[in-house]
């Protein structure tokens, strides 16, 4: 794609999503004496500063500096860090974290996040640790005792859903662990959350989590709310585990697998393939009375191309699935989907924006407030290389590209048109 082509179909991106830029409901928490810079204003660029990939408050004071006079409505001088730092601390993170759901059900009404990747609509929950800390920035923040030479720390915690089912691997909730819990305990509310949210609008069938979400009154609350439930298997839960384990080896050491996957090149294990098994012997298992179906998935692995494969792994997952809604190949696309979440949206904050590092702003809302702005950021770029460019090679790009590609687009002169604000929009 040429420059000049390239830049228009950035600042088209940029005016087509420009309710995702625009604040207007989320209120000022400063008073009114002396302010310089809307509330509008400055999460927008902030926003903006996020999606070129700012790691600190002083790379998003150089960058508005950049972005003076330019697209962005209202900045009409540099912003200091101190100035942004303070306003980000100050602010609730209950708006902006409905300001993600306007920007999903938005994504989700012009089919922006249709199911391609899988054959049914799928959403991955996990937790994350957002920052390393040495004092308690806030009430969320759960302490944890030394160990091997290190002293007490607090550890910052949120739970994330994200869509795995469409190109776009997008964040569509997230919400802070309190520290007197963990991903099990906080489950409840969050899905609850989730149901409120996306519940009419249709936007996941499934849900998928790893084993620290295992519970059966968890599943319960998926299976109640008439969703659907794939979740791994460890051993917090002794007895459901052991029984898997003894129907399922039989049948993996007697049968064929249901299904299996080309042997693929793996960086850092060699070469790799999955098979499955299933069964639904153990439907409505104890008081697992939603369980339909318990699935083995094995990793095989070989050092070359012909070498001897060996076990590397067993996986477990249950799930309240009829036999007949996935075939046995769909179910290992399921479960490798679900890294997405790990390998899509939090490899991409700990290493692209250096998430885990507490980067940002620290003091009062600044943690919860910096990480809503950070995975709104991380859906824009994530839309726009998997829906909105086209080429094959801009929808191949690099994270480095996609920031450099959105700074040329802010910086250069308009190639689409603006409205009488001064927000661009597409002719």
């Known amino acids: 794609m040429k420059l000049r082509q390239r830049i228009k179909a950035v600042q088209s991106f940029i005016g087509q999503r ?22 509008q204003t400055l999460l927008s660029m902030a926003t903006m500063s996020l999606m070129m990939q700012a790691r600190s408050l002083r790379a998003a004071e150089r960058l508005s500096e950049d972005l003076v006079g330019g697209r962005l409505k209202g900045l009409a001088r540099r912003v200091p860090d101190s100035t942004l730092g303070d306003f980000l601390a100050e602010v609730s993170p209950t708006p902006l974290r409905r300001h993600l759901h306007k920007h999903v059900l938005a994504e989700h009404r012009r089919k922006a996040l249709e199911p391609t990747v899988l054959p049914i609509r799928a959403v991955a ?17 759960q302490k944890q005792s030394g160990t091997e030479g290190k002293g007490p720390h607090w550890l910052f915690r949120v739970v994330n859903a994200t869509l795995i089912s469409s190109a776009a691997a997008v964040c569509i909730d997230q919400q802070p662990i309190p520290a007197a819990t963990n991903d099990m305990g906080v489950f409840p509310s969050f899905f609850a959350a989730l149901m409120r949210t996306y519940g009419r609008a249709n936007l996941f069938d499934v849900v998928t989590a790893d084993a620290g979400f295992c519970s059966e009154a968890n599943a319960r609350i998926i299976d109640d709310a008439g969703k659907g439930y794939w979740i791994s298997l460890k051993e917090n839960q002794p007895e459901l585990r052991h029984e898997a384990e003894r129907v399922l080896l039989a049948m993996a050491t007697q049968c064929e697998p249901e299904a299996q996957t080309d042997w693929e ?11 499955l098994w299933r069964t639904d012997e153990m439907a409505q298992w104890g008081k697992w009375t939603h369980l339909r179906q318990v699935v083995l998935v094995r990793v095989l692995v070989r050092d070359g191309r012909s070498g001897p494969e060996r076990v590397l792994e067993d996986r477990y997952y249950v799930t309240n699935l009829v036999r007949g809604r996935l075939r046995g190949t769909a179910m290992l696309d399921l479960t490798r989907a679900h890294w997405r979440i790990e390998n899509n949206l939090h490899g991409a904050l700990d290493i692209q924006w250096q998430e885990d590092h507490g980067r940002w702003v620290q003091r009062g809302n600044g943690l919860p407030v910096t990480a809503l702005l950070r995975v709104l950021a991380y859906n824009l770029l994530s839309v726009m290389r998997a829906v909105h460019l086209r080429t094959i090679e801009a929808r191949a790009a690099t994270w480095d590209q996609l920031r450099n590609w959105v700074r040329d687009a802010m910086v250069w002169p308009d190639l689409v048109g603006r409205d009488q604000e001064g927000i661009p929009v597409t002719p």
């Open 18 to 39: 420009r309710e995702a830029l625009q604040f207007d409901g989320v209120r000022d928490p400063r008073r009114r004496r002396g302010r310089r810079w809307l509330a």
């Open 125 to 141: 929950i996990d937790g994350k640790c957002v920052a390393t800390l040495d004092h308690e920035a806030n009430r969320f923040c």
């Open 265 to 275: 090149s793996d960086s850092t294990r060699g070469w790799i393939r999955r098979q």
